[in-house]
């Protein structure tokens, strides 16, 4: 006999063995013991989730001849010929290829005859989905009325494309994701069948990668032990899925505790080398870092759901660890994997996001009541320092060999972190010349505003949005989350509430095609500008203040003016409440 994928051998034969959907499972059976089956069921869920190896299970079941309750018994001519796919009257249609209105007919014209060796003919119609809405409306009086002797199982994978009409002639059985730990416990067993060795902490890999598919989770387990000619461990499980193995992960977690800049550089350049993603790498660090925080909360060993933490423990016992930290490196490493698909240079930012996470202050474990103590580099104090007094800690005289014993605490402040204070106050004085520039560019077209245009704009804008979208979608898709702040005569600034929206909108493709869409409607060349919602708002926060600041200023000098003309016991100020 040829060789047969696992996936295949450990199709659910039984109820009992159908793992993962226990309202699916005691549905049917009871359906199956009091006599009640309907004639079409719709079985919906994500795949890999056992919906064709059910409605193969209750083809069986209803068809067994010497069946035990709700089993079947997977020995007479009809089970045996249903499983090896040999029996004419129960058929499997992929609704891919057979999407058209002729197949359609053709199948409803065969319902009405008898079937030939078992009681009842299933049609079994795998991702019904696709089939095309004339397929759908030749289907939909058999669906409704069939005969005695047809039943109908639906599969999909996209319940929600399917018509209405055909969902209410229907039981729908909605599949869910298998959780990791009962697809770690059917691993355990094929592992033990197969006679192969592996680790407990790769089948929790493979579980997470299977994403809640347990035919997902065999496949990758089925190569797993090719790649290892039978021993799988987390390595292993790491190179045949892309990922990077949790030691590894939770070493690099460590080195980012002790801001180890070199070693979380060097362990990167590594990963690359061997071929890993950026976003690969970023969505596994993730991972850890929120078991790492569940591990933090927990006292017991089954933090994890059955997962193995004492690799966690090793890390979260360090004096550096702290929930808060570990918050932070979610919230930073998040945000860079929803921005990595727009980044040019994944690599690059993964680095930098890694960086600033190695850079923030850490919070000690501390005794109950006791205050938390920050712990930092010492390059981190001094950049805390303003910049004179860290000069003149650096430039203080040496102390004599009496006055150095005699000091209590040992100077923080050397020559070299002198040096890194100048370059972090260098890079301090660039983000506020940027920031500069910025406001005076704003400012320039502040001044510039033209209310008449800027109504115009306003009133053309859906005319403007609906001509982006005729030209690019996903311009139109950015676009869509922006406001118009101000217009000059030959400029549109916008604003946006999120840095994503806003970026993208400045990119190259995307900003020719909104401006020749805004110079269209308008009738002249215009540019777009974007920027924060916030920025906006402080920007005309800051008008406000310097107009009231003006009246104040010319209001003294009047006053001023007038008690040097007249004298001081001549001038009476009274204000207006």
Same mark, same amino acid.
């Given at each position: 006999m040829s060789y047969q994928a696992l996936y295949r051998i450990w199709r659910p034969q039984t109820f009992s063995n159908l793992v993962g959907q226990p309202h699916v499972r005691q549905t049917l059976a009871n359906a199956i013991t009091s006599g009640k089956i309907a004639h079409a069921y719709l079985f919906c869920g994500p795949r890999g989730t056992g919906k064709t190896s059910a409605a193969k299970l209750f083809a069986k079941a209803v068809n067994c001849e010497r069946r035990n309750g709700a089993e079947p018994c997977n020995e007479c001519s009809a089970c045996v010929s249903i499983t090896n796919g040999s029996n004419v009257d129960v058929e499997e249609i992929d609704a891919a290829s057979n999407r058209g209105v002729d197949e359609i007919r053709e199948l409803r014209d065969k319902v009405h005859y008898a079937p030939t060796t078992v009681k009842r003919k299933v049609y079994i119609v795998d991702e019904v989905h696709m089939l095309t809405t004339e397929a759908f409306n030749a289907l939909l009086k058999t669906l409704e009325e069939p005969p005695a002797h047809v039943l109908f199982v639906l599969a999909t994978t996209e319940a929600h494309k399917i018509p209405g009409t055909i969902v209410s002639r229907c039981q729908r059985f909605d599949f869910h994701r298998i959780?990791?730990? &009962?697809?770690?416990?059917?691993?355990q067993e094929v592992v033990a069948h197969q006679g192969w060795t592996c680790d407990v902490g790769a089948l929790w890999k493979l579980a997470e990668a299977a994403d809640g598919g347990m035919r997902d989770a065999l496949g990758l387990l089925e190569q797993a032990a090719a790649f290892g000619q039978g021993t799988i461990n987390e390595a292993h499980v790491a190179s045949v899925i892309?990922?990077?193995? &949790?030691?590894?992960?939770?070493?690099?977690v460590s080195d980012l505790m002790d801001a180890s800049y070199l070693e979380v550089l060097n362990r990167i350049s590594s990963w690359y080398a061997g071929g890993k993603d950026a976003s690969r790498i970023a969505f596994d660090l993730l991972q850890v870092l929120r078991d790492l925080f569940i591990v933090m909360l927990s006292a017991g060993?089954?933090?994890?759901?059955?997962?193995?933490?004492?690799?966690?423990?090793?890390?979260?016992?360090?004096? &550096?660890?702290?929930?808060d930290w570990l918050l932070l490196g979610v919230s930073k490493l998040g945000e860079l994997y929803t921005q990595l698909r727009y980044v040019?240079?994944?690599?690059?930012?993964?680095?930098?996001?890694?960086?600033?996470?190695?850079t923030a202050p850490k919070v000690s474990a501390v005794a109950d009541g006791a205050a938390p103590v920050v712990v930092q580099r010492k390059d981190e104090v001094t950049a805390a320092m303003p910049a004179a007094e860290a000069l003149r800690d650096v430039q203080r005289?040496?102390?004599t060999p009496d006055e150095a014993q005699n000091e209590s605490a040992p100077r923080v402040a050397t020559e070299a972190e002198a040096v890194a204070t100048k370059r972090r106050s260098r890079a301090a004085e660039q983000r506020i010349s940027a920031a500069g520039r910025k406001r005076e560019t704003l400012a320039r077209l502040y001044r510039d505003r033209h209310p008449q245009v800027?109504?115009?704009v306003h009133e053309r804008w859906p005319d403007i949005l609906h001509k982006v979208k005729q030209d690019r979608i996903q311009s139109h898709a950015w676009l869509m989350h922006g406001e118009v702040a101000m217009a000059t005569e030959f400029a549109v600034v916008l604003s946006f509430a999120s840095r994503i929206h806003r970026?993208?909108?400045?990119k190259p493709v995307d900003r020719r095609v909104i401006e020749s869409a805004v110079s269209l409607m308008m009738e002249r060349e215009m540019q777009i500008f974007a920027l924060l919602k916030e920025d906006w708002d402080e920007f005309t926060a800051s008008l406000t203040r310097v107009d009231d600041g003006s009246q104040r200023a010319e209001q003294e000098d009047i006053v001023g003016r007038a008690r040097a003309l007249f004298g001081e016991d001549k001038v009476v100020v009274e204000?207006?409440?």
């Open positions: 959780s990791p730990e &009962t697809i770690v416990e059917r691993l892309g990922g990077v193995d &949790t030691g590894e992960l939770l070493a690099l060993d089954d933090a994890l759901n059955g997962k193995p933490v004492a690799p966690y423990r090793f890390v979260t016992s360090k004096p &550096t660890c702290s929930t040019e240079q994944p690599r690059l930012a993964l680095e930098a996001t890694l960086m600033s996470i190695a005289p040496p102390t800027e109504a115009m970026e993208a909108v400045m204000t207006k409440e």
